[in-house]
């Protein structure tokens, strides 16, 4: 059944409220009889694509498609047809300049007063700018995930409005030892995770105030019931419309750990009468307390430029690398000479032990002046090396 110009330019004006106007419209418009074949294109189709004057009638629109696209389009237009139903096509489409655009080709049957089917009317949209945005934001959204499951840090994501978990990275389930189902859909307070939770409260009060939250030092208890410390932030982001927290989690107990030793050291070493010196596997000096300054007679910055050997009596040199070496095996005890800055030598003895301090092999040495045992006076000095 062909269409008449009348009708033609009713449907026009149907799909597009600019063709009131006389203007052409900005959709590319098409018509069809009751067997499939176009009978109509508007004139932005042939500027669009660049098929000659009649090119896109009957099947001929098929041919502005990309290859790949012919015969699904072909396929799923016909079977529409057949079953009168409105169809979506998204295809790609040659532009005049021979790029292919993606595009949106969407129909709805025609239907005549005594309900006779007239065929479909539809129109061709470029949609190239939304897909570019979309995948983008898929591109975005793949790295945001990776970033977010592949981390060493703890991520969490909770709702501001009722503190419930919407996600955790598995960095937070490895390290919680809880599953994904014990967690989501719940609250930190209902897996008793914080072990004080007002710091908690602490941190979501700046976030309704606007302020951030960086660098907050919490306790967090692990599913068997073992205490970490983290360093948390936090910021507010919006996911489907819903505000959400995004904390970040970092694992620094082993850090706390270290500091109560160093702590612990560092009273020892300071507090103590006896020399304490750390040094590499060649016997370069890294570390000295007091006492070792007071016993040599050089200031800290010299003893640090020195090696251990420098501080043996020449006398008693030869015997310090088979020493030092045997140190660094397993640990060993004995006497030798040292020499302080004026030239003055006293009886020590030495306990020495390999030991790695990240990553490096350092020795311990603890060394006595037995000037004491020896007849010589005076109180009996540890000095570590």
Same mark, same amino acid.
């Given at each position: ?10 449907? @026009? ?19 069809? &009889? ?15 694509? %660049? ?6 009638? $009957? ?8 290859? *790949? ?6 396929? /799923?237009? @016909? ?6 139903? #409105? ?13 292919? +655009? ?12 005594? %309900? ?61 030892? =809880?599953?994904? &189902? ?6 930190? =307070? ?25 660098? =907050? ?17 936090? *910021? ?14 970092? &694992? ?18 300071? +507090? ?26 050089? !200031? ?6 020195? +090696?251990?050997? !420098? ?6 040199? #030869? ?11 397993? $640990?060993? @005890? ?8 004026? $030239? ?19 020795? @311990?040495?603890?060394?006595? *002046?037995?000037?004491? +045992? /020896? ?11």
């Amino acid at each position: 059944m062909d269409v008449t110009e009348q009708e033609t330019a009713g449907l @026009l004006q149907a799909a597009s409220p600019l063709d009131a106007t006389g203007a052409e419209p900005p959709l590319m418009v098409w018509v069809t &009889d009751p067997g499939g074949a176009c009978t109509f294109r508007s004139q932005s189709w042939y500027d669009f694509t %660049g098929q000659p004057a009649g090119g896109g009638l $009957g099947l001929g629109w098929l041919k502005a498609l990309h290859p *790949d696209d012919r015969a699904p389009a072909e396929a /799923k237009f @016909l079977d529409a047809n057949r079953r009168r139903v #409105p169809f979506r096509i998204d295809c790609r489409i040659r532009r005049s300049d021979g790029v292919y +655009r993606w595009a949106i080709d969407s129909g709805a049957p025609r239907f005549g007063p005594q %309900g006779e089917f007239l065929g479909y009317i539809g129109a061709v949209i470029d949609i190239s700018e939304r897909k570019q945005a979309e995948e983008a934001l898929r591109r975005s959204e793949a790295k945001f995930a990776t970033a977010f499951n592949a981390g060493p840090i703890l991520l969490t994501m909770t709702r501001l409005a009722d503190g419930r978990f919407v996600e955790v990275n598995e960095s937070f389930l490895n390290t919680t030892g =809880f599953t994904r &189902d014990e967690v989501l859909g719940r609250t930190p =307070f209902d897996l008793n995770l914080w072990v004080q939770p007002a710091k908690r409260l602490e941190g979501l009060q700046r976030l309704h105030q606007g302020l951030s939250v960086r660098g =907050f030092e919490s306790e967090i208890r692990m599913k068997d019931g073992t205490l970490r410390t983290f360093l948390m932030s936090a *910021d507010l982001v919006d996911v489907d419309g819903e505000t959400c927290v995004l904390t970040a989690l970092t &694992d620094i107990t082993a850090r706390k750990q270290a500091e109560v030793i160093l702590e612990r050291y560092q009273l020892l070493s300071e +507090r103590t009468q006896d020399i304490v010196l750390f040094t590499r596997a060649d016997g370069q000096i890294v570390e000295a307390n007091q006492a070792a300054v007071a016993a040599y007679g050089h !200031d800290r910055a010299t003893l640090l430029t020195k +090696r251990i050997q !420098d501080l043996y009596d020449e006398a008693a040199l #030869p015997e310090a690398d088979p020493q030092l070496a045997l140190a660094n095996q397993h $640990g060993v @005890l004995f006497e030798t000479v040292h020499r302080r800055s004026d $030239g003055s030598t006293f009886p020590v003895e030495v306990s020495s032990i390999g030991a790695d301090l990240g990553g490096e092999g350092m020795r @311990l040495s603890i060394i006595r *002046d037995t000037r004491g +045992r /020896k007849g010589g006076g005076g109180e009996g000095q540890i000095v570590a090396a």
